[in-house]
Antibody, heavy 119, light 108 residues
Framework: EVQLVESGGGLVKPGGSLRLSCAAS????????MNWVRQAPGKGLEWVSS????????YYADSVKGRFTISRDNAKNSVYLQMNSLRADDTAVYYC????????????WGPGTLVTVSS | EIVLTQSPGTLSLSPGERATLSCRAS???????LAWYQQKPGQAPRLLIY???SRATGIPDRFSGSGSGTDFTLTISRLEPEDFAVYYC?????????FGQGTKVEIK
């Protein structure tokens, strides 16, 4: 059974940093691209970042480019999101999600971790 | 970027009724690379449909997707109590991947 579990969320002040982690199990992690998708309170979904299976291809939404860094460790079956220069509008539930083998849609999702940016 | 507009914003229906949800793209979606997700309160989204009309594993056949180009539809043939939720469309034909704003299907 595919499992994704995010951690690392919490309350941080504007301008601060946070590192999110996503631990994966139940599938061959090293073969799949991984993503972070976020959802502000009461709002819709926003794709944040993607990383290919071997970390060669990395993409970011314009809203986070230059502030967030995605990475992965295939030996630890984990993907990370380093978030710097956080702003109030980064407040959201952050989901880790797999790319499908057959396309760039999101096959499996973790339960999410809440990041709150507030003074 | 491709903007997806979902309508209606809220759909009020009774169990057993048919639900028709629309997703319109600001430009043509390459190769019908469009997915639908269901999200219940406090839960992560769940993949329902991909490539506009292919059901994901384990999704009941009362859910169906159709469309191409700029107009796509998710149909729930007979609403079950567990189908009342928010539904999002997402295109993956062009970067960045984008979502619609969602349609809430609520009990009438």
């Amino acid at each position: 059974e595919v499992q994704l579990v995010e951690s690392g969320g919490g309350l941080v002040k504007p301008g601060g940093s946070l590192r999110l982690s996503c631990a994966a199990s139940g599938f061959t992690f090293s073969s799949y691209s991984m993503n972070w998708v976020r959802q502000a309170p009461g709002k819709g979904l926003e794709w944040v970042s993607s990383i290919s299976s071997s970390s060669i291809y990395i993409y970011y939404a314009d809203s986070v480019k230059g502030r967030f860094t995605i990475s992965r460790d295939n030996a630890k079956n984990s993907v990370y999101l380093q978030m710097n220069s956080l702003r109030a509008d980064d407040t959201a539930v952050y989901y880790c999600a797999t790319d499908s083998w057959s396309g760039f849609f999101f096959d499996f999702w973790g339960p999410g971790t809440l990041v709150t940016v507030s003074s | 970027e491709i903007v997806l507009t979902q309508s209606p914003g809220t759909l009020s229906l009774s169990p057993g009724e048919r639900a028709t949800l629309s997703c319109r793209a600001s430009q043509s979606v390459t190769s019908s690379f469009l997915a639908w997700y269901q999200q219940k309160p406090g839960q992560a989204p769940r993949l329902l449909i991909y490539d506009a009309s292919s059901r994901a594993t384990g999704i009941p056949d009362r859910f169906s997707g159709s469309g191409s180009g700029t107009d796509f539809t998710l149909t729930i043939s007979r609403l079950e109590p567990e189908d009342f939720a928010v539904y999002y469309c997402q295109q993956y034909g062009r970067s960045p991947r984008t979502f619609g704003q969602g349609t809430k299907v609520e009990i009438k």
